[in-house]
Structures are given as structure tokens and as C-alpha cells.
């Protein structure tokens, strides 16, 4: 993309509403725009980082063994009155009347919805277990909406819902989904840890939280050093071997993580004194174990190998899509802007042309643009082609966040070289025209 051919509308001064780092980031590289309380249009760049991190979520998912499925923002209030959740959940949903009066809601998560569609479609325990999960957004009428994307009340969910016939199978379900989340922040530049958490109003008796630890996060958060050193997500375990989930959830759940929430004094305890870490976290997902709260409520059962009827086994999968786009920031950001992970930057490189009308850095510019652009790549580079000064230029690529800068001045464009500058690191180096574009694509 042109710069000048962009809406990238970015702001010079930290605009007054945003008390937290990543809410004035995302403002100020013009990532996104409120429109009402907690409620967001997502600009190029938002749009963009917001698509990468769906997109990793979705193969994640997909690789679990997960299938995608798309329900409606929309839902029936009686299809609530089932579960009784329509009066519980209290002043946070969004409800609403169709001409024809009757009572609708904007879907703050989807239990019931998906519940009736296994409920109308499936009728044997052959047919489990299933897991089916979507990408859609969510309306809460949060109290206090804050933070930018970080609690918003129209906020992109990535929820999923697991169906087996027995307990032992709804586990395994659960340490499935728990691996699939912990490769799917790992692919996206972060640390979550998987946290001991509150079931809340989805139900149930087991659940995490998982949280990138950063000192602006909501909850209050307890954990076992030893965390630090694993690495989380690994890929030695397999999908395909019950065991291996076994390992997986032992190693995730041996050592001590809980919210504030959960905390057990007593347990803490026995973590060694220097091992004992306390912080701040921002949850970015939440995975549910609830038996058959919904199945039995809503009347769902298969028939079982013996031939009585059974309610299956559920849970449901939450991670928050447009809350990671801010909870990305909040880890990886420094005094001059953002500093993207490259598996979600909106683009891989910024060209910054310092001489903008001169012929030569011209000509390489374009050369290096038109490399960036190829089909097979997609559109990964951000051409800064404005009249502005360097410096401009500078300010703006580090606040932008790309994980490269190409730097392309009179000197070094008249034999072919460029500056190529790593965002993460502020190393810089001079390079021909084709190994800069080796580095930037490896
Ligand atoms: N039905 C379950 C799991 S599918 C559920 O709704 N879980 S949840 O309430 O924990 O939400 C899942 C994730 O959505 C959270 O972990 C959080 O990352 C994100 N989320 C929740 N509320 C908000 C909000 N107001 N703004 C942005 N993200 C949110």
C-alpha cells in the first residue's frame, strides 16, 4: 500500500481519552475510531492486525480439529428462556424488540444457540464427540467499558463449544482445545499463561484463563516462576495421542497459576519463596468445563451405546479476537510506538523513501515496492512515499509498529544499497537491494 493512498490517519499528540498505553497506541497509528462507548470501527491497519490474529486463531482451531462454523449476531430470546439464562444474565444483554415485537438480543456468547443445533441435528453417540467454534462479533453492555478494544462492548469472540458422550471424553476435549490455545498465542508473538479462573455466568466447576502478563491488566495475577522457562505450546505433544494431552495438562496445570479470584493462600505457600511471582494480566481467553448444564436444561440428548438416552457432555472455548489486537500492545510496544510480532504486523516493512521526487531513491523505491507486492506475497509492504521530512517518516514507522524499516537514501540508492532497520531491536544495517529483501522475506 501507498501511503499517500492510505487512510492511516495518525495523530501526533496522545489523545485525552486514553489512560492506558495500547488505546493510545492503536488511536494514535490510527488503527481505530470509537463510535460510541466501547464500540469501535476498525481502520486499514486495525482491520488488517485484526484479520492476522483471526486468521491464526482459525488455523489453530482448524488444526485441533475444530470446524468452523458461522452462527447469527442475533438470537431469539426464547431460545435463552430454555437454558433461563434470558433473566439471569441481567443488565449486560443487549435486548431488543423486531417489528413484529418480539423479544431478540444482540448474543453475548452462544451456548444455546449452538446446544439447539446439536440438539436438531444429532441424535447418537456415534456422532460424538464434536467441537465447532466461530469467529463472530459479541455485544455486552459492559458497566464500565475501558480501555480501548481491551473491554469494549461490541468485541470480537472466537468462541467454540466441545460435545462428547462422558466426562473422561469432555476432559479430553478441554486439554485439546487448552493446547490449541497455548500454539495459537505462542504463534502470535505472546506469553499466556493458563490460570486457575471463576466459571462466572457460562457455568460449570473447571476453567482457565489464560493472561499475557503486562502491569495495565485487570486481574491480579499469582504464578510459579518455573512458567518462564517452558515452552508453552510446545510441538512435541500430539492431537493424536491421548497421553500426550495427558503430559500437556499436567505440565500446564502442575505448577501454581491462579487470578486473584482463585488464589490459595495456602497453596502459594508451598512455592519456594523466590519462585513466587506476582503481576498483573490481561485475559485473552477462557475455556469452560461444564458437563451438562445446557444439555440437560435444554433438553438435548443422544442416545447412549446402551440405548438409554443420554445428555452430553459440553464445554465452551472463549478467546477474545479484538482484545488481543490491544493486549498485543500492551506486551510489546516502546517509547516511539508499537512494536508488532511479525506473525500479526499489518505489514512486514515499511519502505521509507527520504527523497521523495528524486529520481534514483525513486526508482529503487518503487523497485523495492513492486518486490514486496509480488502476488504469491500478498501486500506487504507500507511505501512512505509523502514530501515529508526523514524525521517524519521515522516517527511515524516506529509508531506504526512494522517489524522492518527499509530506508532508502540518496547516497546508498545512487549503488544500490539501502538501510534496513529492525523495529524490535533498533539494529541497523546497510545492504544491497537483494539481501535486505532476503531478510525481510525469511
Ligand atoms: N462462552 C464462553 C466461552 S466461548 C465465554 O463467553 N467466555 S468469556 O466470557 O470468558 O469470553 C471469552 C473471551 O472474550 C475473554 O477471555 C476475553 O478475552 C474476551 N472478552 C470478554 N469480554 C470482553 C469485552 N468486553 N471486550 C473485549 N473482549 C472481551
Not at 518486490?371 to 515529508?388: C, F, K, N
Amino acid at each position: 500500500m501507498r501511503l499517500t493512498r492510505s487512510l492511516i490517519p495518525t495523530l501526533k499528540e496522545n489523545p485525552a481519552e486514553a489512560q492506558i498505553v495500547s488505546h493510545r497506541l492503536m488511536l494514535r497509528a490510527g488503527m481505530i475510531r470509537q463510535q460510541s462507548a466501547g464500540i469501535y470501527a476498525w481502520l486499514p491497519l486495525g482491520q488488517r492486525v485484526l484479520s492476522r490474529i483471526a486468521a491464526i486463531v482459525r488455523d489453530e482451531q482448524n488444526r485441533a480439529g475444530v470446524q468452523e462454523i458461522l452462527m447469527p449476531t442475533i438470537q431469539s430470546a426464547d431460545l435463552w428462556r430454555e437454558s433461563g439464562r434470558y433473566d439471569a444474565y441481567g443488565p449486560e444483554m443487549l435486548r431488543i424488540r423486531d417489528r413484529h415485537d418480539r423479544e431478540m438480543l444482540y448474543g453475548p456468547t452462544n451456548e444455546e444457540m449452538v446446544t439447539a443445533l446439536m440438539r436438531d441435528n444429532v441424535q447418537s453417540y456415534r456422532d460424538l464427540p464434536q467441537m465447532l467454534y466461530h469467529v463472530q462479533w459479541k455485544f455486552r453492555d459492559e458497566v464500565r467499558p475501558r480501555f480501548g478494544v481491551l473491554r469494549g462492548r461490541e468485541f470480537l469472540m472466537k468462541d467454540g463449544y466441545s460435545f462428547d458422550q462422558d466426562q473422561a471424553g469432555a476432559v479430553a476435549s478441554y486439554r485439546r482445545m487448552m493446547l490449541a490455545y497455548m500454539r495459537t498465542f505462542r504463534r502470535l508473538g505472546v506469553r499466556a499463561i493458563p490460570m486457575r479462573a471463576d466459571t462466572g455466568p457460562i457455568g460449570g466447576d473447571l476453567s482457565h484463563e489464560f493472561h499475557i502478563l503486562a502491569p495495565t491488566g485487570e486481574s491480579g495475577v499469582f504464578y510459579d516462576s518455573a512458567f518462564e522457562a517452558i515452552d508453552l505450546g510446545s510441538d512435541s505433544y500430539s492431537y493424536e495421542r491421548p497421553e500426550d494431552l495427558d503430559a500437556f495438562f499436567a505440565q500446564m496445570t502442575g505448577l501454581y497459576a491462579a487470578t486473584d479470584e482463585k488464589h490459595d493462600p495456602a497453596a502459594w505457600g508451598q512455592v519456594a519463596e523466590a519462585d513466587r511471582r506476582e503481576g498483573r494480566g490481561i485475559e485473552v481467553g477462557q475455556i469452560f468445563y461444564f458437563g451438562t448444564k445446557y444439555s440437560e436444561t435444554m433438553g438435548f440428548t443422544v442416545v447412549g451405546p446402551d440405548g438409554a438416552k443420554i445428555h452430553p457432555e459440553m464445554g465452551s472455548y472463549g478467546i477474545g479476537v479484538s482484545r488481543l489486537a490491544g493486549a498485543i500492545i500492551e506486551a510489546s510496544h516502546d517509547q516511539a510506538g508499537i512494536i508488532w510480532p511479525d506473525n500479526v504486523a499489518p505489514f512486514r516493512a515499511a519502505i521509507l523513501n527520504l527523497r521523495q521526487g528524486d529520481a534514483v531513491t525513486d526508482g529503487l523505491c518503487e523497485q523495492i515496492y513492486a518486490r514486496l507486492s509480488e502476488q504469491d506475497l500478498g501486500d506487504q509492504a507500507l511505501y512512505d512515499d509523502r514530501p515529508a521530512r526523514a524525521g517524519e517518516k521515522f516517527a511515524d514507522a516506529d509508531l506504526l509498529g512494522h517489524p522492518w524499516q527499509i530506508i532508502v537514501g540518496p547516497r546508498g540508492a545512487a549503488n544500490n544499497q539501502v538501510e534496513l532497520k529492525r523495529r524490535e531491536t533498533g539494529e541497523r544495517s546497510e545492504l544491497s537491494l537483494e539481501d535486505a529483501l532476503v531478510r525481510v522475506l525469511s
